[in-house]
C-alpha cells in the first residue's frame, strides 16, 4: 500500500513539473500565455524609457541684463575660453562621464557686495539641481567659473523656469543661466550669449509601452502623436520648450499637438505622474530626460 501511495505521489510530481514548463526562462509562456519575454526585458530595465530620437534641434545660450554689455562681452569670451581650453569638456564629463559633480555655494544677495547675480531653476539635472544647501550641474559650475573670472561672489537665485528670464529683464538678476533654448520671443527680456551646448526634447514612455520602439525618426514619432485625440496626456516644464512642442509654435515649426499638455514645475514631477498612471507620456529635454529616468528607474527596482 505504501508503495502504491508512493507511485501516486511521484506521478503527482511529474505532472505539476511538465506543468511548470509551459514558461521557460525568457519569460515566454506557452499559447495561453499572456506575458512575453519583450515584456519581462522591459519591466527589468525599468518603469520608464526614454524614446531615442530627437524632436528637436536647439541650442542653449545665456541670457544676459540688456543693459550689462559689457558683461555680455565677457560672457562671449569666457564661453569661448573654456570650449577651447577643454574646461567645458571638463565641466560636462562631470556629469555624462566619468567625472564627479563639484557642488557650488550660493552667497546671501548683498548690494554692497560686488556679485554676480545668476537666474536659474534649480529642477532641470543635469544643468541646475540642489542637493540640501549645495548647488550641482553643468550650467552652476559655469557659474562659478564665470563669477571666479570677473573676480565677482556669486549668487545663485532659484525660481520657476517661466520667471528666470523675467527676472533678469527686471533687472532683480545680471543673467539667466538655466539651459535656455534661443528663442525671439525671449529676447524681450535678455540679451543671448554666443550658444554653448545643443540640445532636443525627447519622449518618455512606460517600459512597456512598445509603440514608438521601431520609429526612427521625428516626424514618425509626431505622425503618431498627431494621430492621438484630447484624451491623451502629455507632461511637460512649464515654460519649456516640451511645451511649446505640444501646444505649438510657429517660431519653432510646432505644429499643435491634439493631446493634452499638463505643465510641471520640474520634469521629475511630471515623470512621476507618467509612473503613477496620470500621464501616456512625457516630453522633456535629452539631457534631464535620461538623468531623471535612470533616477526614478533606480528607485523603482
Known amino acids: 500500500m505504501k508503495r502504491l501511495m508512493a507511485i501516486v505521489l511521484t506521478l503527482i510530481m511529474c505532472t505539476a513539473m511538465i506543468a511548470g514548463c509551459g514558461s521557460d526562462s525568457s519569460g515566454e509562456k506557452n499559447d495561453t500565455g499572456s506575458k512575453s519575454a519583450s515584456t519581462n526585458e522591459a519591466a527589468s530595465a525599468g518603469v520608464l524609457k526614454v524614446i531615442d530620437v530627437d524632436l528637436s534641434d536647439e541650442q542653449y545660450a545665456f541670457g544676459v541684463d540688456k543693459d550689462q554689455t559689457d558683461l555680455l562681452e565677457q560672457a562671449n569670451a569666457f564661453i569661448k575660453e573654456i570650449q577651447d581650453n577643454g574646461e567645458f569638456d571638463r565641466i560636462c564629463n562631470n556629469y555624462f562621464g566619468d567625472g564627479q559633480p563639484v557642488p557650488v555655494e550660493s552667497a546671501v544677495e548683498d548690494s554692497s557686495k560686488d556679485q554676480l547675480v545668476v537666474a536659474t531653476n534649480a529642477g532641470f539635472e543635469p544643468f541646475e539641481y540642489t542637493k540640501g544647501d549645495k548647488y550641482l550641474g553643468i550650467d552652476m559650475e559655469i557659474a562659478k567659473a564665470f563669477a571666479d573670472k570677473l573676480g565677482k561672489e556669486l549668487v545663485i537665485a532659484n525660481m520657476d523656469f517661466d520667471a528666470v528670464c523675467l527676472a533678469v529683464g527686471q ?28 540640445a532636443s526634447q525627447r519622449l518618455i514612455v512606460k517600459s512597456d509601452d512598445t509603440e514608438f520602439d521601431s520609429m526612427k525618426d521625428a516626424d514618425s514619432i509626431n505622425k503618431a502623436l498627431m494621430g492621438k485625440d484630447s484624451s491623451v496626456k502629455i507632461g511637460v516644464q512649464n515654460g519649456t520648450t516640451g511645451q511649446l512642442y505640444c501646444e505649438g509654435d510657429d517660431e519653432a515649426g510646432f505644429k499643435k499637438l491634439p493631446t493634452q499638455a499638463v505643465g510641471y514645475k520640474n520634469g521629475s514631477l511630471a515623470c512621476q505622474d507618467l509612473i503613477n498612471g496620470n500621464l501616456n507620456y512625457v516630453i522633456i529635454d535629452s539631457a534631464p530626460a535620461k538623468c531623471i529616468t535612470d533616477a526614478l528607474n533606480a528607485q523603482n527596482q
Open 171 to 198: 533687472h532683480k538678476c545680471d543673467i539667466a543661466m538655466a539651459g535656455l533654448t534661443i528663442k525671439e520671443s525671449r529676447k524681450k527680456y535678455v540679451t543671448f550669449t554666443d550658444p554653448y551646448y545643443n
